[in-house]
């Protein structure tokens, strides 16, 4: 059986092949052939990614999706998230996570492959709730601080000189999903200059 390994990363400074050799070694362990390993550093946020569209355009029916946990392949909204389950079933992929027995460790017929095959969907459907809830909790503390800024000082406006309150919600929208991006970097994505980062960093901590 093939296999199409997914590997992912947030930021750049992020290594997206970091598991790379343990999912090679669990699919050789599971007697799979891996016939393709797709890496890139992108928010789990994102549906439109080039190298998991990749894998989705390659695979064939009956082969294996790999991923190393659930949250590697999804911190999708809810919507989202169901248009990818979708196409994975469309193409007649079968996931496999590396760190849930259940998506591996199945009994495949009669009653009880089903009562595994039911729990494994639930398990994996919390898991990416759980991952989903995960990063709307760094949302909310990145507006919890906001408004307590603004608590403190009624006159203070998130677009800093009261200039630019788009710039302003592009950083703060880079610094929610790429937490570990360094400011330049940021600052880069932005199109604004470092100081200007470390600013809104700063006032809304």
């Not at 193409?91 to 089903?114: C, Q, Y």
């Not at 990416?128 to 503390?141: F, H």
């Amino acid at each position: 059986m093939n296999a199409h390994l997914y590997l992912r990363a947030s930021t750049k400074d992020q290594d997206a092949n970091r598991a790379k050799v343990a999912l090679e070694a669990f699919a050789t362990e599971k007697g799979l052939t891996i016939a393709g390993v797709y890496a890139e550093n992108i928010s789990g946020t994102k549906l439109n990614r080039p190298e998991l569209l990749s894998l989705l355009d390659t695979a064939e029916s009956g082969d294996v999706l790999l991923v190393e946990s659930v949250d590697r392949l999804s911190r999708l909204s809810q919507a989202d998230w169901d248009t990818l389950k979708a196409t994975i079933k469309a193409k007649g992929l079968r996931l496999v996570i590396a760190d849930l027995p259940t998506s591996w460790e199945m009994a495949t017929d009669g009653i009880a492959g089903e009562v595994m095959r039911v729990i494994n969907d639930m398990l994996i459907e919390l898991m990416a709730t759980m991952a989903r809830l995960d990063q709307d909790k760094r949302v909310e503390r990145i507006n919890q601080g906001i408004a307590n800024k603004k608590l403190r000082e009624p006159d203070w406006k998130p677009s800093g000189k009261g200039n630019n309150a788009d710039l302003w919600a592009k950083v703060q929208s880079l610094l929610v999903k790429h937490p570990n991006m360094k400011a330049k970097d940021i600052a880069k994505l932005a199109g604004c200059g470092v100081a200007t980062v470390y600013r809104i960093k700063k006032e809304t901590a």
